[in-house]
């Protein structure tokens, strides 16, 4: 479903089955990222187009998919689930398809991602308390047959967390007088008859050629 001109810049991208994705829609989403519940008269005057258009263009959103669902955020503390755990699990190569079953049937999962790395899937789960967390990974998750090995970590402190990003995020932050990361110093080399890496600033490293490594090698030797 296309949507209409209307004002904004030129178009980004095309998501979905055809709405092409412009600077207007973008802002749109910006808007309703801080209130998804803002009426439409609101939404035209943030946007600065008509209402006509805000209504047009809100609703190909919607229709097109970019725009999924509607939801309310909670507060877990104040929920009584005031521990978060990150698990990671080893699934057996060949049981993926029981392992997404099994995982479906469990309504305290919150989010579960495959990725790469030592494990095969990280689970987010909420609990009441620790112990809850810990009968869910020895009684539950580890009798599924699908899974071969987990490793929790619990969650001090979860220091941000926005509902979705957008493209471009980062350059209106720019715009709005953000500093500028500035760019990192160059390392200094190492003086002469220092070890390789000697003298160099904490939390910087060195490269050396596997050749240059190997014969630097042989003379300490």
């Known amino acids: 479903m296309s949507s209409n001109s209307g004002s904004g810049g030129g178009a980004t991208g095309r998501i979905g089955i055809g709405l092409e994705l412009d600077a207007t829609h973008l802002k749109i989403l910006e808007v309703l990222r801080e209130n998804g519940r803002i009426s439409v008269s609101a939404l035209a005057e943030r946007v ?7 209504y ?17 955020e909670i507060d877990h503390q104040r929920a009584g689930l005031g521990i978060v755990a990150l698990i990671f699990v080893t ?24 990725t790469t790395g030592q494990h095969d899937a990280m689970i987010q789960v909420r609990m009441a308390d620790v112990a809850e967390v810990h009968a869910m990974v020895t009684e539950r998750l580890a009798n599924i047959p699908a899974v071969k090995a987990t490793e929790t970590v619990f969650i001090l402190d979860e220091v941000l967390r926005r509902p979705y990003v957008l ?21 200094p080399e190492p003086e002469q008859g220092q070890g390789q890496g000697q003298g160099l600033p904490l939390g910087k490293m060195r490269f050396v050629g596997a050749a240059e490594g190997r014969a630097a090698l042989r003379d300490a030797t």
């Not at 600065?48 to 805000?54: F, V």
């Open 48 to 54: 600065g187009i008509s209402r006509a258009n805000a």
């Open 167 to 187: 493209p471009g995020d980062r350059e209106r932050d720019r715009g709005r007088g953000a500093p500028r990361r500035p760019a990192p110093a160059a390392s």
């Open 91 to 114: 699934v057996r190569q060949q049981m993926w398809r029981q392992f997404r079953a099994q995982l479906a049937q469990m309504p305290e999962v919150e989010y579960c991602a495959i």
């Open 56 to 72: 047009t263009r809100f609703e190909a959103l919607r229709a097109d998919g970019v725009i999924k669902r509607f939801t309310a």
